[in-house]
Each structure stands twice: as structure tokens, then as C-alpha cells.
């Protein structure tokens, strides 16, 4: 599959678009349809079809595992870690109307930042199961 | 839908099942969609879809393509799911009609969320709003969830990985 001339030109072209898409539907999430849970399923199948069409290695070379490791615990913490934020600010776990002056603002900018949290997990676990199962596959045939 | 459903029944060349699997989750997203569930709609058409058919084709490749005969007719089993369908469908005499707005999970919180929603939050998708915060302890516990997910296929996968 990976000698597809047209797959891959198609592949090139698409990236950018969609993971373009991921992040549009991760950051307009307040006003349309959306959020962090369907912008990290979006981000990973990005990177899923890259992997699909140049191969799992290429793919590990753009997004090392290792990175993906880290993001899966980056995002819950950045979760946890806005709900600690507004109780050093004086409120409750998760209250998001100390994150500002304005409660409305305030209440913006805790929903974006758990979202993010909730992005960066998903995309993340998406990504892992994928290089697991994949991964597994190239061995699996080796041996 | 339902001819989708029934061809995935009878399937017993797997990647036929996966891609039926595929198109019945692509099928439930336009229905979410006709039933003005566009959050869920997009969920289920990029991971049912999406990610999922293609995570049951990484694993179709470990296993191979063809499901074995059952050595013995699943007379039990089909009984039992016919008895649980038959509860479900007595259960759903006593639900409300559908749409109903009188429906006791309309009258609840639903219409603060909705009422207040936009004005305490700034946020016009009432979704985003209920999920992130009012209910910003269930999605923390799902995202856990998530992670924890994560994490088990880590563990489980990793250390067959170590033995080779």
C-alpha cells in the first residue's frame, strides 16, 4: 500500500486539513458542534491514515511513542490541574468561576483548558492502541 | 439500518463483519444527526467509524480472516437474548413518550441548563457548557477512564512485546 503514488500525494494533501479540522473542532467547541473528545479522536485519526499510507515508522518518527506516553498523562493532569487552580484561587474543585474577575470569562477560560485536558488524553490513547495493535502486527510477522 | 444489522449477523468472513460494523456506525451517526444529536453524531462517526474500524483490522490481521464453525448450536444463548429483549421492550411500555416534554428528565435540571446555561457560562453550545461544567466531575472521571484504558492496553500489550 505504501507504493500508491496516488494514495500517498491524496494522504499529503489531506493532513494539514485534517488535523486543521481537529483543532478547529477542539477550539470552537463553546459555539459549535464539538469538544475535546471528538478533536482527539479527529487529531488521531489523522495521524492514523498518515501511518496507514507511509507506514507505522514513518509515522513514529513524526509522533514518537514516547511523546504519545507523555500526553496520555499530560491531559488528565491538565484536567486534575484546573480543578486544583481554582481551589488555590478559592473556590471549589472544578469551579471555574475564580479562574477570572468575570465569572463568565472565567467560566471560558476553565472549559477551554479542560477540554484541551480531554483532547490531548483521547488523542493520545487513540494514537497508543493504534502503534500497540500495529506494532504487535510487524512482530507478530517477523517472528 | 436494520438489513445492515442482520447481513452482520450472518457474516462469517470477519473483515465483511468490520466493514458492515463500519457502515452500521456510519448509518447511527446520520440518525443522530436527524435527531439534532450533532456532538454525539460526530463522536460516533469519527471513533465508531473511524478509529474503531480500523483498530478491529489491526486486529484481524493478528488473528486472521475467517470466524470457526460453532461446535454446538447457540440454542441458550439465543434464548437468553431473546428473553432480555423481551423485558426491554416490556421495560419501555412505562418510559414516557418520546419527545415528551413532560418527561421527568425534562422538568429536572434540564431547563436551568438550558435557561441559565448561556448567561452563567458564556457558552452558546448548551453541550459543551453541561459537559465541561456543570458536569465537569463526570467528564474528569471519563477522561480517567479513558486514561485508564490507555494505560491496561500498555501494560497488557508491552510486556508480550519484552518476552520475544
Known sequence: MTG????????????????????YVQFHGDY??????????????AIVFYAITFGLAAAQRMVPERLVERLLAVGVL????????????????????VLDPDSVHGQ???????????????????LKLFYMFAGRGRDAGDA | MAAVVV??????????????????????????????????AMTEAAVGAGVSTVLLLGALYLVGGMETKP????????????????VLAYGMQGLPEFSDPQAPIHVH?????????PKETGVPNVVTAVLASYR????????VVVFTAGAGVIALLRRRQKRK
Open chain 2, 109 to 117: 435540571v434540564a431547563p436551568r441548563y438550558l435557561n441559565q446555561g
Open chain 2, 136 to 143: 465537569g466531575f463526570d467528564t474528569l472521571g471519563e477522561t
Open chain 2, 7 to 40: 447481513a452482520l449477523a450472518l457474516q462469517r468472513n470477519l473483515f465483511g463483519a468490520v466493514v458492515l460494523f463500519g457502515i452500521y456506525s456510519f448509518l447511527m451517526a446520520t440518525v443522530l444527526v436527524a435527531l439534532d444529536a450533532v456532538d454525539v
Open chain 1, 32 to 45: 459549535g458542534p464539538g469538544g475535546g473528545f471528538q478533536a482527539g479522536v479527529i487529531a488521531a485519526t
Open chain 1, 108 to 126: 471560558h477560560r476553565g472549559i477551554f483548558w479542560v477540554e484541551a485536558g480531554v483532547g490531548i488524553t483521547v488523542a493520545a490513547v487513540m
Open chain 1, 78 to 97: 491538565l484536567y486534575a490541574g484546573v480543578g486544583f487552580a481554582g481551589l488555590a484561587l478559592g473556590g471549589n474543585y472544578l469551579d471555574y468561576f
Open chain 1, 4 to 23: 500508491d503514488l496516488v494514495l500517498r500525494i491524496v494522504a499529503k494533501l489531506l493532513m494539514p486539513f485534517m488535523l486543521l479540522f481537529a483543532l
Open chain 2, 71 to 86: 461446535l454446538v448450536r447457540p440454542l441458550a444463548p439465543l434464548a437468553l437474548s431473546l428473553a432480555v429483549g423481551a
